[in-house]
């Protein structure tokens, strides 16, 4: 069941739980704790677009022609293709589908205790699953130590996702919703909100739809440093050239 106010959440889910058309995606839950789903193993994910999941309890296999995953507890991964989930007993997971999207399979974890980068009063940060090229989707690593009460702010897209560990509040205008771990998120965009904790740290899984970072073709670690006569290359242009050439056009 999902409590709406401003924000969903859901406590038992088992399959499709939302479609935003309009950011291309679906979220989906599974868990096999509670009583109404405590049978279920085994499910399907189809459709043309790319899969971002983290397991946030328990262990699940992932298979399709290309790979067979075991993917355990507090580890992320990314599929980029229609596949079969077998979940263990007593798991919880989370997957959002970008739809129309060709991602990279990638996977990795188990997560860290605090995030590498620093975010918004106090909090931290960790980009799982980067953007291929700018303006793609991406999967973050949300780190909210004891005792923060965060300023309340925005996003210009959806963010959804899973409260991987810990306890926390989510505060918006209309109410106060109690967060603990393996509770699926969503947030619409532009959802006026702030987190709380206090004496418990909490770590959310947070998928974004876009990104206004990333790789471009002008701009990446590869072409970055690869130099002519010690300049960095033209990567625009129908040949490659030294920047000190570009620097001199009229």
Known sequence: MAIKAEVYVWQHYWGELLH??????????????????????????????????????????????????????????????????????????????????????????PIETHGRLRYIDGCSDTLLCAPPLLGDPCLNLLHFPPGIQQTQHTHPSLRAGIIAKGLGLCVTKQAEIPLSAGMLFYLPKETEHGFITTTEAMDVIAYHPDSDWGPTHQQHPMVNRTWVDGHKIDNVGERHQSAEIIQGRS
């Open 20 to 109: 935003n058309d309009s950011e291309q995606t679906r979220l989906y839950g599974f868990e096999n704790e509670s009583a109404e789903f405590i049978k279920h193993q085994q499910a399907t994910i189809t459709g043309a677009g790319t899969c971002f999941g983290f397991v946030a309890k328990g262990e699940v296999a992932c298979k399709n022609d290309e790979i067979h995953w075991v993917i355990k507890q507090d580890q992320w991964f990314c599929i980029p293709a229609l596949f079969d989930m077998q979940l263990n007993p007593e798991t919880r997971v989370v997957i959002l589908q970008a739809l129309n999207f060709q991602g990279l399979y990638s996977m990795g974890g």
